[in-house]
């Protein structure tokens, strides 16, 4: 039971503090294991009440899904500035920010929670990942992006994705090792897919071009060439002496 004075809220200011209330609890457990009782609770409310506002947690899981979803939109969000590997390791530092504090929710959204098969859910999860992938290629100065570009944009937003995933079972891993693996992982994707068409080839050389000789990507050429005894990163070899 609550104690104190309520004041009354008026309805949008309710259904934000429902939305909030169901968020914070949705971060904490996955959706399916919180009930409206205990959103009622926590929000010092009747469940008659929360049903006056939501017809049910469906819709309550969909619209707190509403708010997490342009949360998580918003972590891509970067500046143009400098370069792509610096912004790359900010992004995914934010990212994991986000995913450390929504957690089992973070978990639930991905594999599916009580809205799972709900092409509202369905529709917002593909938003967040179709803003990701905007955002990367604005950064690689790119607004029609070659097929190969698209497909390593687009599958490096699901690495991010599942990377998360697995990283949340355990933590077996230090989190920022993962947020740097990630950035490497991009322009291993790119590179790959380089050797195989000349456009991307153009587009990963002015990648290079721009990446300090202490940057993400040049610490990758770095490690590579340790494995291989005798070799001399060749980006780095034109941008230094």
């Known amino acids: 039971m609550t104690t ?40 010092g409310i009747s469940r008659p009440l929360v049903y006056h506002y939501f017809p049910g947690k ?9 708010r997490a979803a342009d949360e998580l939109a918003d972590r891509f969000v970067e500046p143009q500035e400098g370069p792509l590997g610096a912004r790359l390791l900010r992004v995914m530092g934010r990212f994991f ?10 978990s639930a959204l991905m594999r599916g929670g009580p809205a799972v098969g709900s092409s509202t859910a369905n529709a917002m999860i593909d ?26 944009v687009r599958s490096w937003v699901s690495l991010a994705e599942s990377t998360a995933l697995i990283w949340l079972d355990g ?4 989190r ?5 693996q990630l950035v490497h992982d991009f322009a291993a994707l790119a590179a790959v897919s380089a050797a ?13 071009a721009a990446e300090p000789a202490d940057g993400p990507f040049a610490e ?4 590579l060439t340790t494995l291989l005894p005798g070799t001399t990163p060749p980006a780095l070899t034109r941008r230094t002496g």
């Open 4 to 43: 104190g004075v309520r004041r009354r809220m008026g309805v949008e200011e309710r259904r934000q503090q429902l939305i909030q209330v169901a968020l914070d609890l949705f971060s904490h457990r996955s959706p399916d294991d919180v009930s409206i009782d205990e959103i009622a609770a926590a929000a």
């Open 58 to 66: 469906q819709s309550l899981y969909e619209a707190a899904l509403r």
């Open 97 to 106: 920010d986000f995913v450390e504090e929504h957690g089992p929710g973070f």
């Open 127 to 152: 938003e967040v990942r179709d803003a990701a992938r905007l955002q990367i290629l604005a950064h690689l100065g790119v607004q029609q992006p070659p097929a190969r570009l698209d497909l390593v």
């Open 171 to 174: 933590r077996r891993i230090p």
């Open 176 to 180: 920022g090792e993962l947020e740097l």
């Open 196 to 208: 195989h068409d000349e456009e991307m080839a153009a587009i990963m050389l002015r990648m290079l």
């Open 220 to 223: 990758l050429v770095t490690r």
